[in-house]
């Protein structure tokens, strides 16, 4: 079985070099696609032997609409040679649990679905932890809370369309398409295990969002400061569940019911914001 793995950056070079290390373990660097919004030699050298390829950056009008839809197209293209296209955001890792599978290609192989949604997770920076350098991320930071924001679609096994972080689908076929959510299957979100590269990030963000132009990102990027803010007071204030329990409870409540959008054509999972935090344990610690 041939796996793809797809992303888009611009320069979150600490979050790309994780992207890169934990799936080129997985299922090669020769698999690895990534666009690089803007030239960039350093990408390559952070990815070697992943195919890179360079769009200019020069402009962000309906910066959201033309990368979703530029996206699809790179994932249709390698739809046509490969079994299953995995696509994630460079500070996102797709995860297997080794107590359930061996590998990522087995998880996906016991999948019959078109498309195959991960039980996503923030993993968090705490106070007192050690800033990061190069090297994995889990094991020297094992605090998340799960997302239904960022259960993903992650992976499919033709073309389609990803939005909103679900799939988008045919009006005809919107109640019928199938959500499968695999147990011991999920999306890292790494976005706030790093604190220093946060505000690295959340510059830029900021700065291409309050720029002059049409159909630019919206609060979240407009103001990613105070939102990193709130996500650690939040986050802190939740109580602290055991993985055996915080995880069976996650994905009982995530894999099920997903939001079938009217208006855009969408399934995916339900944004919703469980009231916990838990632990990675430490099997997960040679994968991230």
């Known amino acids: 079985m041939r796996i793809a793995c797809l992303t888009m950056v611009h320069r979150d070079y600490w979050a790309l070099s994780r992207w890169y290390a934990h799936h080129a373990r997985h299922i090669g660097a020769g698999n690895l696609f990534v666009v690089a919004h803007g030239a960039d030699p350093d990408i390559a050298r952070i990815c070697p032997g992943a195919s890179v390829l360079t769009i200019p950056r020069d402009g962000f009008d309906n910066f959201d609409k033309a990368r979703a839809e530029m996206l699809d197209g790179f994932h249709a293209g390698l739809s046509k040679v ?5 696509r994630t955001d460079a500070d996102e890792l797709v995860v297997i649990d080794p107590d359930r599978w061996d590998s990522l290609a087995a998880a996906l192989a016991a999948c019959e679905v078109p498309v195959v949604t991960a039980l996503g997770f923030d993993l ?9 350098k ?15 924001h960022y259960s993903k679609a992650v992976a499919a096994r033709r073309a389609v369309g990803f939005q909103l972080h679900g799939t988008r689908v045919a009006p005809r076929k919107l109640e019928s398409f199938p959500f499968h959510m695999p147990q011991g299957l999920y ?27 049409k159909g630019l990102p919206g609060g979240g990027w407009q103001e990613a400061g105070e939102d990193a803010r709130k996500f650690y007071e939040t986050f802190e204030a939740k109580p602290q569940l055991p993985w055996e329990e915080a995880e069976p409870q996650a994905h009982a409540t995530l894999s099920v019911k997903p939001a ?9 999972t ?7 935090r838990t632990e990675l344990p430490d099997r997960f610690f040679g994968q991230g």
């Open 187 to 213: 999306l890292a979100h790494l976005k706030y295990a790093n604190r220093a590269v946060l505000d690295d990030g959340n510059a830029i963000r900021m700065a291409v969002a309050n720029a002059p132009g």
């Open 124 to 132: 968090a920076e705490r106070p007192g932890d050690t800033p990061l």
């Open 270 to 276: 339900r944004a919703l914001k469980l009231p916990f």
């Open 260 to 268: 079938r959008l009217d208006r855009f054509s969408v399934v995916k």
């Open 134 to 148: 190069d090297g994995p991320v889990f094991g020297p930071r094992r605090a998340l809370a799960f997302s239904g």
């Open 82 to 86: 490969y079994d299953w296209v995995i």
